[in-house]
């Protein structure tokens, strides 16, 4: 049995145990998890994107069909070597799945499993932390020394120092998710190009949330379910030359941190003190719009629907000429979904 907590977390992947054949991967920060089931990935197959050696499957698919998993687990590589199968579990009890394998581990294949928020006692939780060849790894948002850190080690990588003001600045600003810490830090780099000392006007002209904008305004109806107000602010933000990439980033910052208040918030806070509890600072109109938002959305709903916008960031990325397409379509299903809080 292996519960491994956030703040110990990188250490043991760095040093993956060759006992532990089964890995969940869970927690409120869903960018952390990810990046931790990417770094698992790659200590067990290495860099190859190989199919054959690396299996990509849903949850969905795995509730309607549990012996997938045992099909998959149990066939023999073509050419050899270890194999992983990388599970997305979005929300779904893979327990049926899972306890074939449990019971008589595949040789030379390891389970991956991405999971959100999973309470202490829950099914799934439970049973990686009772099997002696698995391990169960939290993933929370980055505490101050942590993100002190992570941002240490990204600016020396690129070669900057940063003055004791603009680095306490950062770390305030920080920290709600890993995948979008990374991006405002890379960004951040980007802006002080040509510099070796970032100071802390830098910080408040690139990361700081201090007033809002129009593409705070255009995520907060998309989030609201205000779908002809969506419509015309993007509009207006492309007509003005606005970026695919940087809409669906802020996209993704704002569901992740609606996804920590709604955690907070169904375990008994209101908003304001959901927003104390994390430290949550906006100006008052998008502080409204994000009100509105955690009263339309469910953690659970959040979580089930994070992934696919995650995967647009990926496509937008990659095919720049689609980029106002696929950006958009992603902020019209948001915003034209009923009653999200369904789930």
């Known amino acids: ?51 054959l050696r690396l299996v990509r499957l849903e949850g969905d698919a795995l509730a309607r069909r549990p012996d997938m998993l045992s099909d998959e687990a149990y066939a023999v590589s073509m050419f050899g070597g270890s194999r992983a199968i990388w599970i997305d579990a979005q929300g779904r009890d893979l327990t049926a799945a899972l306890e074939p394998v449990f019971a008589r581990p595949p040789a030379e294949c390891a389970i991956v499993i991405k999971a959100g928020q999973l309470k202490k006692g829950h099914a799934l939780r ?11 790894i939290e993933c929370y948002g980055d505490e101050p ?52 000392r970032i100071e802390l006007d830098d910080v408040r002209a690139i990361v700081s949330d201090a007033a809002p904008s129009p593409l705070d305004d255009l995520v907060d109806q998309a989030l609201g379910g205000e779908l002809q107000k ?15 990439d940087g809409l669906i980033a802020r996209l993704v910052a704002r ?13 008994g806070h209101d908003f304001d003190a959901a927003c104390q509890a994390l430290y949550v600072r906006l100006p008052p109109e998008s502080r409204r719009g994000l009100a509105k938002a955690a009263q339309r959305w469910t953690s659970e709903a959040i979580a089930q629907r994070l992934p696919n916008i995650r995967t647009t960031s990926a496509r937008v990325r990659a095919a720049p000429n689609l980029a106002e397409a696929l950006a958009s379509r992603a902020l019209w299903a948001l915003a034209s979904l009923r009653r999200p809080a369904q789930g």
Not at 126 to 132: I, L
Not at 165 to 181: H, I, K, P
Not at 230 to 244: E, I, N, Q
């Open 126 to 136: 439970t049973a990686f932390e009772k099997s002696p060849s698995a391990a169960s």
């Open 230 to 244: 969506a419509v015309d602010s993007a509009v207006r933000y492309f007509g003005d030359g606005g970026d695919a």
């Open 145 to 196: 020394k942590a993100l002190g850190a992570l941002i240490d080690g990204e600016l020396r990588a690129a070669g900057l120092s940063i003055a004791p003001e603009a680095r306490t600045a950062l770390v305030e600003e920080l920290g709600a998710d890993r995948q979008t810490t990374r991006a405002e830090i890379t960004k951040l780099v980007l802006y002080v190009r040509g510099k070796s």
């Open 1 to 51: 049995m292996t519960a491994i907590k956030s703040y110990a977390a990188d250490g043991f992947i760095e040093r993956l145990p060759r006992d532990v054949q089964f890995f969940l991967i869970h927690g409120s920060d869903e960018g952390l998890a990810h990046e931790r089931v990417t770094a698992i990935v790659r200590k067990l197959v290495g860099q190859d994107s190989d199919p």
């Open 255 to 267: 569901l992740t941190l609606l996804h920590r208040l709604r955690l907070e918030m169904e375990a």
